[in-house]
């Protein structure tokens, strides 16, 4: 747990970013700007390598117009295979920075991929353009799950997707941010056709949700992961 609390600090010193726990944070996007979704897990070597990667990649970051948002810890994966330790917002002043970035990376930072790949044993980007004004609130009083889903060619994903929310609803969950059209990176690529953030007042009230979900099968969907975040 203390390694755990170390490196979330670690990771919210290098991103710059705030990390959520005593109160709540809005986070507010609008059209045309980019969010990016960043999942990771953070080797032990992490603290003494990432001033070095601030110094670098980060600035450099920070020079084509990325602004540093809240730092979560994902606290259990609750579908899939996937288990990463952080879930990471970002936000870009338009997608032609976001784009900058990664086409210019490796020639401002050579060995960029070398230190990633030093700093974390895992390491998966999304990002969207926003195509509205988009604002929403982290509060960890509350259970904030993330799920991402795939679909599958049998065409039923929309007929999922409506079923879904509409037992969010009658669960007594509130549906935060919808996302669609990820777009991502070669090497860190998690492109899943939709993303979701959902509330909960309480455990209970998301355990009941999931126990009806679990219910709707796997029709209409390949692949899903679905994490509880803070």
Not at 121 to 128: E, G, P, T, V
Not at 181 to 207: F, I
């Amino acid at each position: 747990m203390k390694k755990t609390k170390l490196a979330l600090v670690c990771t919210a010193l290098f991103f710059g970013g705030l990390v959520v726990n005593a109160q709540s944070k809005t986070l507010s996007f609008k059209k045309g700007e980019v969010l990016d979704i960043l999942l990771f897990t953070g080797k032990p070597d992490f603290s003494k390598l990432f001033p070095r990667y601030k110094e670098t990649a980060f600035a450099f970051a920070l020079k084509t117009g990325y602004q540093p948002q809240p730092v979560l810890s994902i606290t259990e994966t609750t579908q899939g295979g996937l288990q990463p330790g952080s879930f990471v917002f970002g936000k870009w002043t338009n997608l032609a920075s976001r784009k900058k970035f990664l086409n210019e990376i490796t020639t401002e930072v050579p060995d960029f991929h070398v230190q990633r790949r030093a700093m974390w044993s895992s390491f998966y980007l999304a990002y969207y353009e926003m195509k509205e004004d988009i604002s929403f609130d982290i509060n960890p009083e509350k259970v904030i799950v993330a799920t991402a889903y795939w679909k599958d060619e049998s065409g039923s994903f929309p007929e999922f997707k409506q079923e879904w929310l509409k037992k969010v609803k009658n669960k007594g969950g509130k549906v935060m941010l919808q996302l669609q059209d990820a777009m991502s990176s070669v090497g860190y690529m998690y492109k899943p056709d939709y993303m979701v953030l959902t509330e909960w007042n309480d455990r209970a009230s998301y355990d009941a949700f999931i126990k009806a979900n679990l219910k709707m099968g796997e029709k209409g969907i390949q692949n899903v992961n679905q994490f509880i975040i803070q």
